[in-house]
């Protein structure tokens, strides 16, 4: 049995489920991997914690964890980019491992961190959907593959929306009020609905899987903001229910990466995905079509991402011969090969979803495909509903056929220009053949 | 970079599905992982095969691997129990790490196999649900839970079977021998219908995640013959689906463990898992509620998780300062704790569907109903469609409350000898809640 010390930074949510499992299922895990883990130290700015330290050594001061020389392994649990960044550089100059659930850190630093020996001391199952260990399902379970692509629902608080907006009916305005009473949206929501959140944690599974850089500006993003219950409605007509969506394909001319909502057929898996609950689905040319799904966010069930990497470094630690022997503290894969290109987002293909508010008059639905035809876009499937008295402007509907970015842009924009077009026309994307 | 030779044990579709990989992704496979995979010799039944065997040394007879001091590391893809088993065995008492992708070995000889340096030194991610990660899903990415249940679509022979007699109303012996001719089931289909390998597979989830015991009599097995088309109907009119699940549940008096049909609510995402796909869900105290699903069976697919515990035990024979050191060779995570008692099947409680051929007389609902009540069980929801003279026989269909097993095999006795009832009544369980 090793005994494995660990100085913790923060004390808020995660933070205190792995104090939670640590108290709870410590006997168990060390009956399974070899390893005792030990929390000697906590740091966090929050004075006199009224939470069981369980004999830990208490300070506000982060730099007691970087001068502890009992802490063996650190646990980064403040995440943001500021003190948490300095914390992580730190601790890998002085060659401590660090197990991190900050995906804003990892997006944007990610480059850096993983250079040199952060590739062997830095781990962050914890830093994308929480519980599931997608991490590690792509580094080891699915490391004799190429990947093709991967969809994700990885932002929790824009699928409660959208399962509240279809099971009730309730406006979008609304739901986010109640999503952020209830705690599942912040109270500054943009980080969540307008695709940030999602776009972090993509950027490391494009890292990861596909590309070998994390570099965020690749990903093109949008939010939520623009879909309403009528569009959850005539999707569902379609055979569609509304999902954001994190997806990477890689393709011949290079590798998609985009963040944004996208009608997914009712009857696939990743369409079944509800409430707060996030999946990511990897196809891969030897494995196949691989999906796994859990809470993305909650805090023992990322403390339980959190200590399987640092029960994993434990038993790592274990077998190396001496502990300042960093080539055997991690094995974490290297990312893949050489950086293959990132496709603009102009050039991606999609089919379309367009809901188009239009005046009640003759001629309208051939009007607006004629416009289309003139791009070389044709029609998949149409709703229009009859007009009443009390609702003059009609909706026209339509599923496009797959077409280029650009060429949808410029037929949007020439779309919203007739003058029988009543509103903002919704566009939304038809996810790829999942 | 650590060059690791492979000896690999028969030429069927897994090994021809390894032998794919490495020529495809081998280059990317030791980009990733530091482990450069070599196959330097293969053993088989097959005479000349027509495989390229990208230069290893081939023979009939399996000592040759044994005997050969280049093979690092033996890959078992014979399966069964007869030389499959000489061979793990004679392989572990010389110290050389085996992977395999054989259920039916672990599910009978798991407790010696995986005894003594077995632990380090066997690797089987591949027996269970094929490309799914699912071994390393428990007893890594959830090593810090304690697992609470699990419910598993680990027979796609069954979940295809399901899926096409609903799809098409097809009766069950016509799915099935059009099942056979697609290959998706075997001549002798009884090991799949039967329940007998979705046991080994939910034997070896037994072991590792809750018990620690590897004891195939401890499952209790059915199979899906007695399910019609017209179950299928009845129970989506009720809002489920039949699944063929394996089930383990971790309660206060005992751990239930059983394979046999199943309602799933039709909106759980287990409901929607498709065709010859597998899933796995298992439900512990931290992580919550996690999916994983993929390919059960297939050349590659299972290949990709044979390779994945190859490399695996190719990176920790890197970091290893001695390759005889078998400590360093692995650390597969050993099963939990003190083995808990297995609950006996009667005394496992389930909500019923009973479908009761009956004839169309007066009272015969009361005399159902009344049947049941004698043995304290209510009725939860109710189906019965009119007569008609071309259908004298009525099916009632109802949902129980949940009631012990030994309580509700004593009322289908009562049941079943009523002078109303037709013919044989079919009695599916109700999935516990997922």
Redesign the interface.
């Known amino acids: 049995m090793t005994e494995i010390k660990l100085g913790i930074a923060g004390l808020g949510t995660v933070a205190q489920?792995v104090l939670a499992?640590?108290r709870?299922?410590g006997v168990?895990?060390t009956?399974?991997?070899?390893v005792s883990l030990r929390v000697v130290r906590i740091a966090s700015r929050r004075e006199k914690p009224e939470v069981d330290l369980m004999g830990a050594r208490f300070s506000t001061d982060l730099d007691d964890l970087l001068n502890d020389p009992d802490v063996d392994v650190i646990l980064e649990l403040i995440g943001g980019e500021g003190v948490a960044l300095d914390l992580i550089r730190r601790a890998l100059a002085s060659n401590t491992p660090v197990v991190t659930a900050n995906k804003a850190v990892l997006a944007a630093h990610g480059n850096e961190l993983m250079s040199g020996s952060g590739k062997q001391l830095l781990r962050f199952?914890a830093s994308v959907a929480g519980?599931?260990?997608i991490i590690?399902?792509i580094?080891?379970?699915?490391?004799?593959?190429?990947l093709q692509s991967l969809f994700g629902i990885i932002n929790g608080t824009c699928n409660y929306i959208f399962g509240e907006m279809e099971a009730n009916g309730t406006p979008f305005d609304e739901v986010l009020a109640e999503a952020q009473r209830l705690g599942y949206a912040e109270a500054d929501p943009s980080f969540d609905i307008d695709g940030v959140d999602a776009a972090h944690k993509l950027t490391i599974l494009l890292a990861l899987g596909f590309t070998g850089e994390y570099d965020l500006s690749a990903v093109h993003i949008e939010g939520i903001r623009h879909v309403t219950v009528a569009d959850i409605q005539f999707a569902k007509e379609l055979g569609y229910r509304i999902k954001h969506l994190g997806i990477i394909q890689n393709t011949d001319v290079g590798v998609e990466a985009r963040v944004h909502c996208a009608l997914v057929p009712s009857?696939a898996?990743l369409a079944?995905?509800?409430g707060v609950?996030n999946?990511v689905q990897v196809i891969?040319?030897?494995?196949?079509?691989?999906?796994?799904?859990?809470?993305g966010a909650?805090g023992?069930?990322t403390?339980?991402?959190v200590?399987?990497d640092t029960?994993?470094l434990g038993?790592?630690m274990a077998?190396?011969?001496d502990k300042e022997d960093s080539?055997?503290k991690g094995?974490m894969?290297?990312?893949?090969?050489i950086a293959p290109a990132i496709l603009p987002m102009t050039d991606v293909s999609s089919a379309n979803y367009l809901r188009i508010p239009t005046q009640d008059r003759p001629g309208v639905f051939a009007q607006v495909t004629q416009a289309l035809s003139e791009f070389s876009i044709s029609i998949d499937a149409a709703i229009q509903h009859e007009a009443s008295a009390s609702q003059p402007v009609v909706d026209i509907v339509l599923l496009t056929n797959a077409v280029v970015e650009s060429a949808m842009n410029a037929a949007l924009e020439r779309l919203q220009g007739l003058d029988i077009v009543a509103a903002d026309i919704v566009r939304l994307r038809v996810a790829p053949a999942l």
Chains 1, 2 share one sequence.
């Open positions: 489920g499992l640590i709870r299922n168990l895990m009956q399974r991997s070899g199952e519980a599931i260990p590690r399902s580094s080891d379970g699915l490391a004799a593959n190429r009857n898996l079944n995905v509800n609950m999946a891969s040319d030897g494995a196949g079509e691989t999906l796994f799904s859990g809470p909650g023992e069930a403390a339980s991402a200590l399987s029960l994993d038993k790592r077998t190396a011969a080539a055997a094995d894969a290297e990312p893949s090969v």
